[in-house]
């Protein structure tokens, strides 16, 4: 895939992943869409960056999608990348009255149906494109679930499934699926399970374009790659090593 000259919508990316790619995408010469829930941090994120453009937009509501696959259409008719980046968490365990199912729900809507809604519409604009891309972003919990993290987790996993299936499915078109896999990373949205003993967010930047650079469509950045082989000679270890009796 080719690292310059994209044209590249990013979900989420007004902080953390989503804004260090961002900044690395742009520098590098391509042209970036940022969106987000929140008018504010969009506004500050754009502040900081060059040849970006921000949109109000949340990924979990049909009507703000809508508009926004109009609005690309329209102006950014280009557009060949797709990172969805954008993903909503909760810390809680599964016991009585952590009103698990709708916490979970939010989750699998926001982090694994939204991402299906958004990709499936944007589909005929990218098969356009000489070469295009979509990228979604897991985690690292798609390969071993974090117990603090059920819902998260579940549908991570459920967006690792996707991908792989999305990637066979369009193997002979234009359009090259990637899967970004992160492990725990130093940003506000994992502030909550420590976060700041996690890699920087542009090392998962920098490692996305490595990827594109080199055609590898599974990302396992940082420590996630030797998490993955342990995972490979024995699953309980590497729950073992995810997990702790807190």
Same mark, same amino acid.
């Given at each position: 895939m080719?690292t310059v000259n994209?044209?590249? %919508?990013i979900?989420?990316?007004g902080?953390?992943?989503g804004f260090?790619?961002?900044?690395?995408?742009?520098?590098s010469?391509?042209?970036?869409?940022?969106?987000g829930r929140n008018?504010?941090?969009?506004?500050?994120?754009?502040a900081?960056?060059?040849n970006v453009? #921000?949109?109000?937009?949340?990924?979990?509501? *049909?009507?703000?999608?809508l508009a926004?696959?109009?609005?690309?259409?329209?102006d950014?008719?280009?557009?060949n990348?797709?990172?969805?980046n954008a993903?909503?968490a909760?810390?809680?365990?599964?016991?009585?009255?952590?009103?698990a199912?709708?916490k979970a729900?939010?989750?699998m809507?926001?982090?694994?149906?939204?991402? %299906?809604?958004?990709?499936?519409l944007?589909?005929p604009?990218?098969?356009?494109? #000489? *070469?295009?891309?979509i990228v979604?972003?897991?985690?690292?919990?798609?390969?071993?679930?974090?117990?603090r993290?059920p819902?998260y987790?579940?549908?991570?996993?459920a967006l690792?499934?996707y991908?792989?299936?999305l990637?066979f499915?369009?193997s002979?078109?234009?359009i090259?699926?990637?899967?970004?896999?992160?492990p725990l990373?130093?940003?506000e949205?994992s502030?909550e399970?420590?976060?700041?003993?996690g890699m920087? #967010?542009a090392?998962?930047?920098s490692?996305?374009?490595?990827?594109? #650079?080199?055609?590898n469509?599974?990302i396992h950045?940082?420590n996630t790659?030797d998490?993955?082989?342990?995972?490979?000679s024995s699953?309980?270890d590497?729950?073992?090593?995810?997990n702790?009796?807190n």
């Open positions: 080719k994209n044209t590249v %919508l979900t989420g990316g902080a953390g992943i260090e790619t961002a900044k690395l995408l742009s520098e010469g391509n042209q970036v869409i940022i969106t008018a504010d941090t969009l506004n500050k994120a754009v900081q960056l060059k453009t #921000a949109i109000v937009s949340d990924v979990s509501k *049909e009507a703000d999608v926004l696959v109009d609005t690309l259409k329209k950014f008719p280009a557009l990348v797709v990172i969805n993903a909503a909760q810390v809680y365990k599964l016991e009585a009255g952590a009103d199912f709708s729900a939010h989750e809507h926001t982090n694994y149906l939204s991402v %299906l809604r958004l990709n499936e944007l589909l604009l990218l098969s356009q494109q #000489a *070469e295009a891309a979604n972003v897991s985690s690292i919990v798609a390969i071993t679930p974090g117990h993290l819902g987790a579940a549908s991570k996993a690792h499934s991908t792989q299936t990637r499915t369009l002979d078109t234009n090259k699926v990637f899967e970004l896999m992160p990373v130093n940003t949205f502030k399970i420590g976060g700041e003993n920087p #967010a090392g998962v930047a490692a996305l374009l490595d990827a594109f #650079a080199t055609d469509y599974e950045v940082g790659a998490f993955y082989k342990l995972f490979l699953p309980a590497a729950y073992a090593v995810l702790q009796r």
